[in-house]
């Protein structure tokens, strides 16, 4: 394994002068995956592992592991020990919950996190960057999240303690905020109290925990996640009576209404995923996916043809509109026994989507988030 010093943005460096340490840390390789849930830890130096490569990571890693799921960390960040089974994450030294708002969409649309781990703030602190709307910054990013994923489960912690007795009074009014905040955003978005039973004997440096401090925090998002089953399982096939964006793996685009219209025979293609109404499909019990209320997915007359349309129609309860969800991802028509299928397998904004025989290609599998 090569070791190397782990790059810093320039407000994660000023942390690390000022605490007077250095870091070194494994590079392997990213996208590492045992094939299980996709897990994004998503936050600041704390996420990242500052002190203790790999951080509340490893603890995690090991009680998923030793319990028997089998786990999938997603994003853009790599680091840790050979003891972390899966070095990605989504942490950024020095960042505040603005930086992380700018982006979110772009990291759910490449890495489509069914559970996600968040804990920041703690530099907005640091950084007095208008600490009294800090609250509102978290709410909206929140919002966002959900927006662009709204099946995924969401773990929004509330800050571990720091040993600057101003800061920590700051955090624990940002702490305070947010149960309220939380318990707005629906049923898939949860408090995690990463600040109780901490203390500084549990910080490294004053700010960020040393190796004890980080096994307590990963005990609480385990424990967490584990009063959530949903989380810790991958969702196949869309959920009835929920609204879900389906993307494509392939293209990591998603279904998509062409111009935003509910108009009737409107075709449907591929989009950058926004999570926006002409996004946002909804199963029912009867094997249809709704968008709009009125509007169902629907193969254009009926038809059985490859290459036949397929296009948004008021909902009519014809089998045109009839779909069997397989959990490889593909949907397949009640009408024709042919797959919804990306035309020639493009990956761009506005490839058409069409009706095609099943062939077991990237071009007919559909991801729910």
């Known amino acids: 394994m090569r070791w190397n010093l782990r790059r810093l943005g ?10 007077g340490l250095s870091l070194a840390v494994a590079a392997p390789a990213q996208a590492e995956s045992n094939g299980g849930v996709r897990i994004m830890p998503l936050g600041d130096s704390i996420t990242d592992g500052f002190n203790v490569p790999g951080g509340y990571r490893i603890g995690l890693w090991q009680r ?25 994450h989504e942490g950024h030294s020095g960042w505040r919950i603005d ?70 009074a700051q955090s624990q009014t940002f702490n305070a905020a947010l149960p309220g905040i939380v318990a707005q955003k629906g049923p898939r978005t949860h408090l ?17 925990p040393n ?6 925090m990963a005990a609480r998002w385990y424990a967490a996640m584990q009063s959530v089953p949903g ?36 075709q449907v293609h591929l989009w950058d995923c926004h999570g926006n109404a002409n996004q946002r499909w909804t199963r029912t019990a009867a094997g249809e996916l709704r968008i709009f209320g009125d509007r169902c997915l629907d193969i254009n007359a009926n038809g059985t043809a490859n290459g036949t349309k397929v296009q948004i129609w008021p909902c009519n309860n014809t089998s045109a509109q009839r779909f069997t969800f397989n959990a490889d991802g593909t949907i397949v028509g009640a009408g024709s026994g042919k797959c919804i299928d990306v035309n020639a397998s493009g990956t761009t904004n506005g ?15 559909w991801s729910p988030r």
Not at 211 to 216: E, L, S, T
Not at 351 to 365: M, S, V
Request: net charge negative; glycine share 12%.
């Open 10 to 19: 320039a407000a994660g460096i000023g942390l690390a002068l000022a605490a």
């Open 64 to 88: 998923l592991a030793a319990a028997g799921t089998l786990t999938d960390f997603v994003g853009s960040g790599v680091n840790g020990p050979a003891n972390l089974g899966d070095h990605d």
């Open 99 to 168: 930086q992380l708002d700018a982006n979110i969409v772009g990291w759910i649309r490449a890495a489509n996190p069914r559970t996600i781990l968040l804990h920041i703030g703690t530099n907005d602190i640091g950084q007095n960057f208008d600490v009294p709307n800090a609250p509102a910054r978290l709410s909206a990013l929140i919002d966002k999240i959900r927006v662009n994923a709204p099946l995924v489960e969401l773990f929004v912690a509330q800050l571990v303690p720091r040993s600057n007795a101003g800061q920590e």
């Open 192 to 208: 995690v109290d990463q600040h109780t039973g901490f203390t500084t004997a549990d910080l490294a440096d004053g700010l960020h």
């Open 211 to 216: 190796a004890g401090g980080y096994d307590k």
């Open 231 to 266: 989380s810790l399982s991958s969702v196949a096939v869309p959920p009835v009576g929920s609204a879900a964006l389906l993307s494509n793996p392939q293209s990591k685009r998603c279904m998509d209404v062409s111009g935003g219209a509910n108009t009737q025979g409107a």
């Open 351 to 365: 490839t058409l989507i069409q009706l095609w025989a099943c062939n077991g290609t990237g071009a007919q599998r």
